[in-house]
């Protein structure tokens, strides 16, 4: 299994940037698919989750109304189009695979046998 991901960059405060991230090695449809993201010094957090049909997203509270994560299951791709930009939203971007779905609980979102791709770096200056 192989997740690449691409599209950060340098981004000035209340722009927007879309990474996106391609897999390969699974069955893409049958997969939840979310975003984490690590800032430095900090622990990875969750982003945003997908379930496989597209059907049901979940966000962090911090980017809820300012993020969007989509799936395009015919060119096994997910996105995430980051909108109003603050600075505090600088950090690597990872995108993960959950072949088992994912669970949402009061600890946390997260994905259940899942893979990971490396990171795409977002920095956003104010």
């Known amino acids: 299994v192989q997740l690449q991901a691409s599209g950060g960059g340098l981004v000035q405060a209340g722009g927007s940037l879309r990474p996106s991230c391609v897999a390969s090695?699974?069955?893409?449809?049958?997969?939840?698919l979310g975003w984490f993201r690590q800032a430095p010094g900090k622990e990875r957090e969750f982003v945003a989750v997908i379930s496989g049909s597209g059907m049901t997203t979940i966000y962090a509270d911090s980017v809820k109304g300012r993020f969007t994560i989509s799936r395009d299951n015919a060119k096994t791709m997910v996105y995430l189009q980051m909108n109003s930009l603050k600075p505090e939203d600088t950090a690597v971007y990872y995108c993960a695979a959950g072949p088992l779905g994912y669970s949402s609980t009061a600890q946390g979102v997260r994905l259940k046998g899942d893979y990971w791709g490396q990171g795409t770096l977002v920095t956003v200056s104010s």
């Open positions: 090695g699974l069955v893409f449809s049958r997969n939840a």
